[in-house]
């Protein structure tokens, strides 16, 4: 069992940037590649970002491609989602996941989720 916890949500305005950060517990945390989603309200849960278990490889939704970064330290059980250059349109709940084996963009490869963390964009 893994428990993720997410933080670092909030208010900003349009162009602002805040880091999400997402604290593991329970087995080896290295096992897995983490990826970040996120949920608007009245949309389906989307991708992301996806980084492996070095923290080596990582990978974008386009729709943020360029403007937020994912990063892991291994050795606090932590990963992260620095969010620059935010838009209305990244407004939803931020949940990390956790999935054996290789990074990855489907939602249903990960086996453990956090509770997620909201994030509004103002305009």
């Known amino acids: 069992q893994v428990q993720l916890v997410e933080s670092g949500g909030g208010l900003v305005q349009a162009g602002g940037s805040l880091r999400l950060s997402c604290a593991a517990s329970?087995?080896?945390?290295?096992?897995?590649?983490m990826g970040w989603f996120r949920q608007a309200p009245g949309k389906e849960r989307e991708f992301v970002a996806t980084?492996?278990?070095?923290?080596?490889?990582?990978a974008y939704a386009d729709s943020v491609k360029g403007r937020f970064t994912a990063s892991r330290v291994n050795a606090e059980n932590t990963v992260f989602l620095q969010m620059n250059s935010l838009k209305p349109e990244d407004t939803a709940v931020y949940y990390c996941?956790?999935?054996?084996?290789?990074?990855?963009?489907?939602?249903?490869?990960?086996?453990?989720w956090g509770q997620g963390t909201q994030v509004t964009v103002s305009s």
């Open positions: 980084i492996n278990w070095t923290g080596g490889s990582t």
């Open positions: 996941a956790a999935r054996y084996g290789t990074r990855g963009f489907d939602s249903n490869d990960y086996k453990y």
């Open positions: 329970g087995r080896t945390f290295t096992s897995f590649a």
